[in-house]
């Protein structure tokens, strides 16, 4: 049996991505476990892509503001939504585009799989249970159990042994 991993990271949302940057500066035996598509979902089609639609509506209101500081014809302003929804989906591209970069390169050491906790240091991938020293799980992740004995949450589990809709949780590093 081969060596168990130091860290298997459950999701590929923006915790991780965060947990994958820790990690990689600590050990190259780490395994990130992904269902569904990569890229974050903020990034493709969340918070980030409606937070751009909402900044393009806000400035199309300022319109109105326009006046009191001199500026005449507002009223004729008009927004292309077509316009619009291209300068939208342009920096959806963009973002999600970034997110896939951080996990490009990563060869054997990323898997598109469910990934499910068996145990403080067993994770279940394909029907393979893996041996591993830590283990963090982000929102995208399926509500696992929290393990105890020696690990520490690094978000909110309430009780102790269920974990909230986005836990992270991994083993203290010796």
């Known amino acids: 049996m081969s060596p168990p991993l130091d860290t298997i990271i459950i999701g590929a949302g923006t915790a991780g991505l965060a947990a994958l940057r820790e990690v990689r500066k600590r050990t190259e035996r780490f395994l990130i476990v992904n269902e569904g598509p990569w890229g974050t979902t903020c990034a493709r089609v969340g918070c980030m892509p409606s937070k751009a ?4 509506a806000d400035a199309f209101h ?3 503001a326009l006046a009191a500081f001199g500026v005449q014809g507002t009223e004729g302003l008009r927004a ?25 390169q990563l060869g054997r050491s990323k898997r ?4 499910t906790v ?13 041996r591993l020293r830590a283990a963090s799980s982000s929102p995208r992740a399926r509500a696992p159990t929290c393990p105890t ?5 690094a978000s909110a589990c309430s009780p102790p042994t269920t974990c909230s809709s986005s836990p992270t949780w991994a083993r203290a590093w010796p």
């Not at 639609?53 to 393009?56: D, G, P, S, T």
């Not at 004995?149 to 949450?153: D, P, S």
């Open 53 to 56: 639609l909402i900044e393009v």
């Open 112 to 115: 598109a799989s469910r990934a």
């Open 149 to 153: 004995n020696g690990w520490r949450l």
């Open 80 to 104: 292309d939504v077509p316009a619009v929804l291209r300068h939208v989906r342009a920096l959806r591209d963009h973002f999600a585009a970034s997110a896939l970069q951080a996990t490009a």
């Open 118 to 130: 068996l145990g403080p240091q067993r994770v279940d991938i394909d029907g393979r249970a893996l």
């Open 62 to 64: 300022r319109r109105h």
